[in-house]
């Protein structure tokens, strides 16, 4: 067991007192917070537990079967409660260390600590008389269930002259637009899990010979990850060889990697609670083919020029836009869209011909989830016509730039592009100026790939 880091600890704090204050400003409220519940995969054998981001965002306590409960009364004094498993000898010789109440109360800061097997008793008697209640609404039927049952115990008290709840909130939409925004130690971490995954990134192309199969580049990750302290994958590794990479969740797979294919590699660690997302794409053999070659330029140049609108003020949906040009003038140029058939870049954009070889967004917010939370619209009330405005980037949001080519054989293809499959991925953090990349550990430029495994392979 290692003693929560203080800096965190500070930082939940001033977070369950901004939503200590949004209750308050509500009319007055609890919010209730559960952690993510433990999973079985397959009979006794369970997955690796991961804690809930909101909870852990509020806490930085990680056991399972925790909840949190914020009161903030619209008079009187505020209370963060929390309730988690109690001390059990027997089970902590099993499974490992718990804190038990006494214990979180006094190392994580709370004003009151019980036990989660008197949550039942406690809790209905903290939502009397209270304006709103804050919860994670239809998110679990768990929680949706326990919720019911606390507030039937109050509507129980209403002869009493008790009154329950009458207002929910789903607590989310407060934490979306908390989470959106990263604090200087949200962003340390995410530098430090950028800078792991980077290198994981470099450990696979040295390690990419022609006959190993895309499980043993999946292995070097997962190597690198572990040996710098990341504590598992942010998400499931994809390693895509060949046709492959066209299908864009591939997992890593027995293909075998070939001489004259490329392999793209979509693999980030988490690290402390928080995501990492790169994507390389690389010859197997360390050199790209004139055909590989051309399109991955192209992908680099979609997204330099998306990385170029990822600055302070500018609408979320410019970066995409602008590499969704760049992609859709490439595809004209190379033959891969026939000009004939489908007019200029401007008709490509408006006929959404380009799809056909890439039809995912250009990125999305980073942070404890890989598809973190947070409105891309302007929060807040749509206009009477139309739909809410792209959100303007800010200092402090986390992004991924991650634009890509998959070409798929079809009659109207060149054949020569044919099963060639690229995404290249940064993770960009917004700064007063314009965006710092914090992946860029391992290289991007075609020359620069080659040459690292050129410098990995030796005679090649
Ligand atoms: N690896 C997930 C994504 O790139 O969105
Ligand atoms: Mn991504
Ligand atoms: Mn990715």
Known sequence: MTAPDPALLSACRGRRARVLQQLRAAGGGVAILPTAPEAMRNRDSDYPYRHDSYFYYLTGFTEPEAVLVLVAPAAGPERCILFCRPKHEEREIWDGFRHGPEGAQAAFGFDAAHSVEEIDTLLPPLLANHAVLAYPLAATTRTDMQVRRWLDAVRMQGRAGVTAPATALDIRTILDEMRLFKDAGEIAVMRRAGEISAQAHVRAMRASRQGLREYHLEAELLYEFRRH????????????????????????????????????????????????????????????????????????????????????????????????????????DSGLLDANRCGNVDDVLASGAYRQFYMHRTGHWLGMDVHDVGEYRVPGAAPAEGERPWRPLEPGMVLTVEPGIYVRPAPDVPERFWHIGIRIEDDAVVTATGCELITRGVPVKADEIEALMREAGGAR
């Open 229 to 332: 302290g990341a504590q598992s994958v942010a998400y499931n590794s994809i390693v895509a060889t060949g046709a492959n990479a066209c299908v864009l969740h591939y997992r890593a797979g027995p293909a075998e990697l070939r001489d004259g294919d490329l392999c793209l590699i979509d693999a980030g660690c988490e690290l402390d609670s928080y995501a990492s997302d790169i994507t390389r794409t690389f010859p197997v053999s360390g050199r790209f083919s004139p055909a590989q070659r051309e399109l991955y330029d192209l992908v680099l140049a979609a997204q330099e020029a998306a990385i170029a609108e990822t600055r302070p003020g500018v609408p979320y949906n410019v970066p995409h836009d602008a590499a969704t040009r760049v992609l859709a003038q490439g595809m004209l």
